[in-house]
């Protein structure tokens, strides 16, 4: 005869009943003195470190999301879907932070219109909260800007991938960046002259290469210095002329191909055309570029970085171009 096992959490089929109860008291509400006495790990010894006791450079939450408010440059606000990163430098007798209180904080702040001056405001609120000495915040959302087609007159949004960080070194300074995502059409120059040659020499036509690229570009804007997102868009644009359309008609179609033969570009002057741009603009302390030209002609990307060569600044060490994909 098979003997019965007993069940923790549910009833048997042979009618026996579980062990622990569950249930959940939707009338329930903690009193002060039932909050006071719940445990709190903050309160543990040294001893309930796990692993190395060393300090941790960031520790904090990612992608919690809210609708906050951005000011335009033209005027007026934008209400825009935001992924928040929040995160503290934590020392090493410390078991950890209370990580509620990063959001809770940037929760007090939901409804002011977010600039990297605001974030700084914030940032100092949970650094007092936490009780860190330094910390982080940044803000990912997509952007629109309205485009122009370049002979029809259309008009559509684009939209652009941006962040906002701000950062508070262990030494009390605030640092400001902005991260902008900028994509644009890319025609090969020897594969221009190949078609060429082919059509003057053999007579035979030909298309030359082109591929939708993208720039992602690292700002740190000067102290005092005010740069919208518009500014980001205008720089690249006015260095690259070739960013994709949005609404077109044949008009416009040929315009962007004849656009395209007046500028083509190899991944490397896509580089140095950037850097012109960024480097001349006064409100910009430091900067790093990465291009990425998703090649017809090849299986693989090519790719390029630069950055201004500020020292102690931004370096060249930038790998992630899995993610200039477009």
């Known amino acids: 005869m098979t003997k019965k096992k007993t069940m923790y959490l549910h009833d048997t089929a042979a009618g026996a009943k ?21 445990p709190d790990m903050m309160e543990a010894s040294h001893s309930a470190i796990q692993g190395s006791n060393v300090p941790i450079q960031q520790v904090g939450v990612s992608n919690f999301k809210l609708p906050l408010k951005y000011r335009r440059r033209e005027g007026g606000t934008l209400t825009l879907e935001t992924s928040v990163t929040g995160t503290v430098s934590l020392e090493a007798e410390l078991k950890g932070i209370n990580m509620s209180r990063i959001v809770r904080s940037f929760y007090d702040h939901r409804k002011g219109v977010f600039t990297a001056e605001h974030i700084g405001s914030i940032l100092k609120s949970y650094l007092r909260r936490v009780e860190s000495k330094d910390a982080r915040l940044r803000l990912d959302f997509s952007y629109p800007i309205v485009q122009t087609s370049l002979r029809s007159g259309l008009k559509g949004y684009q939209f652009y991938k941006v ?3 701000g950062v508070v070194t262990h030494a009390g300074l605030y640092r ?3 991260h902008f995502d900028f994509v644009y059409s890319s025609a090969c120059p020897c594969s221009a002259e190949l078609t060429e040659h082919a059509l003057d ?4 036509y030909g298309v030359p290469h082109s591929q939708r690229s993208k720039a992602r570009i690292t700002v740190e804007v000067r102290p005092g210095r005010k740069i919208w997102i518009e500014d980001l868009q205008e720089l690249c644009a006015g260095a690259l002329s070739t960013e994709t359309q949005v609404m077109v008609k044949r008009e416009d179609e040929q315009a ?11 991944v490397e002057d896509a580089a140095r055309l950037l850097y012109r ?10 900067f790093q570029i990465a291009c990425s030209h998703l090649e017809s002609l090849h299986s693989h990307d090519a790719v390029s970085v630069i950055c201004k060569g500020v020292k102690g600044g931004f370096t060249a060490a930038f790998s992630d171009f899995a993610s200039l994909v477009c």
């Open 18 to 38: 579980a062990r622990i109860s569950r249930g959940y008291d939707a009338a329930f509400r903690p009193s002060a003195a039932y909050k006071a006495s719940m």
């Open 163 to 165: 962040g906002i960080e």
């Open 176 to 178: 400001r960046f902005m």
């Open 201 to 204: 020499v053999r007579g035979v």
């Open 256 to 266: 962007f191909a004849e656009l395209n033969g007046a500028h083509l570009k190899f």
């Open 277 to 286: 741009a960024f480097d001349a603009d006064k409100r910009i302390a430091d």
